[in-house]
Structure formats: C-alpha cells, structure tokens
C-alpha cells in the first residue's frame, strides 16, 4: 500500500473536530504511531528533564532508581490528565484537532530502609488518522473514472511498570523496571471508483489490519548524588532501556464490496510484525538548591538500527537523539504565611526527531513547556501541578504536515504523611 502523508486532509479546506482518539496526525500512518512524551507532569514542565531528578515528594517512572528516594512510612501517588489541540497544514489544506485523556497514574512506597517500590500506567503511543483524496490522473480517468481513497487508523499502546530502587551504598541507587505494552491498533484501507466510461465494471474495495501489541521489556537505571549538602544537590543519572522485537500478532482482512459476492470476507493472511523496539541510553543530572533547581537530559535510541525501510512507501527509520532541559523557582518554599511564595515556577525546552523519515524528509520536534506547582494546604507536601507546552513538528516540504500543538496538564501528586502509617496505640 503506498501513500504519501502529502494527502493530509487533501478533500478539506479547513475545520475543527473532538473524537475519543489519542492523537490525530498523518505521521502516526507507521510504526507503533505517535510516542507520547513520558513523565509525570512535574518534569515534561521542566522540558522533561527526568534521568536525574530525585525528590522524595515525587514519583519519577523514568528512572527506577529514584524509588528509593520514597522515605519510610510515606506513600506517594500521581494522577495527571491533559487536553491537546493539533493545527495541521499542507501546502494545501489544513486541519485542527482536540483531546482530553487521562496521562499518568502512578504510585510508589518503600519495603525496607533505602528500597522503594514503583508502579505507574501512562499511554506510551497512539494512532490516529484519517486521510481522503481523489486520484484524477490521466490513466486513471481515462480507463475508469475518478477513483477516491481513504486510509483510517485509530489505537493505542499503554505502558505498565514495576519497578524496584534500592540505594546500595551511600548517595548511590540502581533500580531497574519491568515494562509492558498492551494495545490494539487498527488501519483501514477503501478504495471506491466512480465510472465515467460506461464500460467494464468496478468495485470498491475495503482492506482492513487489525495489530496486537502484547511485549515485554525492561529498563535499569541508577542515580549518583556527588553533592549532598543542606543547601544544594546534584544528582547525575542514566538509565538503559533494552530493545528487541516486538512480535506484534497482525490480522489482515480484505473483504470486497460487490453486487456478485455481497460482504464476502477473505482472511488474507495472519502474520507477526517484524517492527522491533530500540535499545534506549539516557543521561542526566538534576542540580537543586531551596528556591532555584534545574536540569538536562540527552537521549540516544537505536530505531534505524533495528527496522527495515519501506521503499514502496518512501519510508525510512533513523537512530534518534533528544535533548530535554529545564528548571523551577519557588520564591520561599519554607513560608507557612503565604502559599503564593510556595507556588513553583516551571520552564523548559525539548527538541526530539521522530524515528521515521517520510520522502527523504527528516522529521523533528521542538517544544517550550512552562507549568506551575500549587501547594494544596499551607503545611502539607502534596500540590496540584499546571501545565502548558506549546510545540511544532514536521514541515510542508517534500508533500508533508507541519504540526504546530497546544498542551495543557494537570497533574496531582499527592505525599501520605508519616501518621498514615503509625499504628495506633489507644482507640
């Protein structure tokens, strides 16, 4: 099946629309679709700068290593959500789009003295498209007529972790995570002709492919803090995500629309996708001080390594580099007086590349993120986290989307106090 993401929407002049789908973007036609940007909301306000942040009074999934940060008898949990709106352009048509899911849920708590336990569930990727146009080629008009094709995809893979953090001497922790990805991705492919010749006859033809994703990984991380003073910090991290094959199962039905065989439904072949996961480094360091903390991320993902290109479609996967930095401010964390002194400031800037390469044309994203952190009691450790990211991926050359998107999140996490887990002595 060869297309080119150049018909972007090619029967629309321009409209907005809500569905229940993740994602709407023509780049999410291959692969395992879009790649959310993970972590909780804390850190993708900071530009996602997450491999060395460390903070008891918050959850970070993506380095397993942190869980044994969670102090003894407290307990830690995060619940985000977040709206999303894409503008979609080609050299000629454009689009828009909106969702609201739920992000990230997550919790974490220790077993022993320096070993912490973390479970999170968040979307990893989605898959959402629906591109329309009308073939009027010569030939094509010439012999048959005008020939119209629609290519729909919809699904997502969700992301389930366990992990374990253990600091095995001091201001030293390692962990590791088991990872699995569970979802259901469907594609249909119609190709409907209207006759204009007045000879010969025609069908429509509707194809349809049905991918479930059922994989196991696993990533080991650890986190080294060579400055453990009162008033600063410096953690530096990494961590290792292993890649393999997938063996996604595929179904592939073709039923074929006519007034001879009416809905006749032939299973064309069952098969297990060859599409494989990318071996994934990761380092950071997060430096924290009482009012100002900041950090940077870079990581390195072997895609073109592991995945054939497509030359029928004009496809192509690449290694992949990301660079995620940020910071927050919080003017006097310590004021019981006045809440607004303890609000956290939040900002950041991420730049990514999409592991695939559509028409010779590399595709990149680049965001700026800003957030807030909101105490929810004038004593107490929990907050209510704010966030924005303003973002643009792709470009209008070669047939292509531009993508320019608007995020907002909001986030919880909440610190379960010491007393939650005191054993009373009197009733």
């Given at each position: 099946?060869?297309?080119?993401?150049?018909?972007?929407?090619?029967?629309?002049?321009?409209?907005?629309?809500?569905?229940?789908?993740?994602?709407?973007?023509?780049?999410?036609?291959?692969?395992?679709?879009?790649?959310?940007?993970?972590?909780?909301?804390?850190?993708?306000?900071?530009g996602g700068a997450s491999i060395g942040f460390r903070n008891y009074l918050y959850i970070n999934p993506l380095n397993p290593a942190s869980y044994s940060s969670v102090r003894s008898n407290s307990f830690l949990s995060n619940f985000d959500m977040e709206g999303q709106n894409f503008y979609a352009s080609t050299?000629?048509?454009?689009?828009?789009?909106?969702?609201?899911?739920?992000?990230?849920?997550?919790?974490?708590?220790?077993?022993?003295?320096?070993?912490?336990?973390?479970?999170?569930?968040?979307?990893?990727?989605?898959?959402?498209?629906?591109?329309?146009?009308?073939?009027?080629?010569?030939?094509?008009?010439?012999?048959?007529?005008?020939?119209?094709?629609?290519?729909?995809?919809?699904?997502?893979?969700?992301?389930?972790?366990?992990?374990?953090?253990?600091?095995?001497?001091?201001?030293?922790?390692?962990?590791?995570?088991?990872?699995?990805?569970?979802?259901?991705?469907?594609?249909?492919?119609?190709?409907?002709?209207?006759?204009?010749?007045?000879?010969?006859?025609?069908?429509?033809?509707?194809?349809?492919?049905?991918?479930?994703?059922?994989?196991?990984?696993?990533?080991?991380?650890?986190?080294?803090?060579?400055?453990?003073?009162?008033?600063?910090?410096?953690?530096?991290?990494?961590?290792?995500?292993?890649?393999?094959?997938?063996?996604?199962?595929?179904?592939?039905?073709?039923?074929?629309?006519?007034?001879?065989?009416?809905?006749?439904?032939?299973?064309?072949?069952?098969?297990?996708?060859?599409?494989?996961?990318?071996?994934?480094?990761?380092?950071?360091?997060?430096?924290?001080?009482?009012?100002?903390?900041?950090?940077?991320?870079?990581?390195?993902?072997?895609?073109?390594?592991?995945?054939?290109?497509?030359?029928?479609?004009?496809?192509?996967?690449?290694?992949?580099?990301?660079?995620?930095?940020?910071?927050?401010?919080?003017?006097?964390?310590?004021?019981?007086?006045?809440?607004?002194?303890?609000f956290s400031y939040r900002a950041g800037l991420r730049w990514s590349q999409s592991y695939m390469v559509l028409n010779n044309q590399p595709i990149s994203d680049v965001a700026l993120t800003m957030g807030v952190g909101l105490p929810l009691r004038m004593t107490g450790l929990s907050n209510v986290n704010l966030?924005?990211?303003?973002?643009?991926?792709?470009?209008?050359?070669?047939?292509?989307?531009?993508?320019?998107?608007?995020?907002?999140?909001?986030?919880?996490?909440?610190?379960?106090?010491?007393?939650?887990?005191?054993?009373?002595?009197?009733?």
């Amino acid at each position: 099946m060869a297309v080119l993401v150049a018909t972007l929407g090619a029967t629309q002049s321009g409209y907005a629309q809500e569905s229940s789908l993740n994602t709407y973007s023509p780049y999410t036609f291959y692969g395992i679709g879009d790649i959310h940007n993970q972590g909780i909301s804390v850190t993708r306000a900071m530009g996602g700068a997450s491999i060395g942040f460390r903070n008891y009074l918050y959850i970070n999934p993506l380095n397993p290593a942190s869980y044994s940060s969670v102090r003894s008898n407290s307990f830690l949990s995060n619940f985000d959500m977040e709206g999303q709106n894409f503008y979609a352009s080609t050299s000629d048509a454009r689009t828009s789009f909106n969702t609201f899911n739920v992000r990230d849920i997550a919790m974490s708590f220790p077993l022993i003295k320096g070993m912490g336990v973390g479970l999170s569930v968040t979307p990893y990727s989605s898959v959402g498209y629906n591109v329309s146009y009308y073939d009027q080629s010569p030939d094509v008009m010439g012999n048959i007529g005008q020939m119209l094709y629609n290519y729909a995809g919809s699904g997502d893979v969700t992301q389930f972790k366990l992990g374990l953090g253990y600091e095995i001497f001091n201001n030293f922790s390692i962990g590791a995570d088991a990872i699995y990805y569970h979802g259901k991705i469907e594609r249909t492919f119609n190709a409907r002709p209207t006759p204009i010749t007045g000879s010969g006859t025609y069908y429509s033809l509707f194809g349809q492919n049905n991918e479930f994703v059922n994989s196991f990984f696993g990533t080991v991380g650890l986190q080294w803090t060579p400055i453990a003073k009162t008033d600063k910090v410096m953690t530096i991290g990494a961590t290792w995500q292993f890649g393999g094959r997938m063996g996604n199962k595929v179904y592939e039905t073709m039923p074929i629309n006519s007034t001879l065989v009416p809905g006749e439904n032939v299973i064309d072949r069952e098969y297990v996708s060859t599409f494989s996961m990318p071996s994934i480094l990761s380092v950071g360091f997060y430096y924290h001080q009482p009012k100002l903390s900041f950090g940077a991320d870079y990581e390195f993902a072997d895609w073109g390594s592991r995945n054939q290109a497509d030359v029928t479609d004009h496809l192509s996967f690449r290694n992949t580099s990301a660079v995620r930095l940020g910071g927050q401010y919080t003017p006097n964390p310590g004021d019981v007086r006045n809440a607004l002194k303890r609000f956290s400031y939040r900002a950041g800037l991420r730049w990514s590349q999409s592991y695939m390469v559509l028409n010779n044309q590399p595709i990149s994203d680049v965001a700026l993120t800003m957030g807030v952190g909101l105490p929810l009691r004038m004593t107490g450790l929990s907050n209510v986290n704010l966030g924005l990211e303003l973002g643009q991926r792709g470009t209008t050359k070669a047939g292509l989307s531009l993508e320019r998107y608007f995020k907002f999140t909001i986030g919880v996490s909440l610190f379960g106090e010491d007393y939650w887990f005191v054993k009373m002595k009197y009733d």
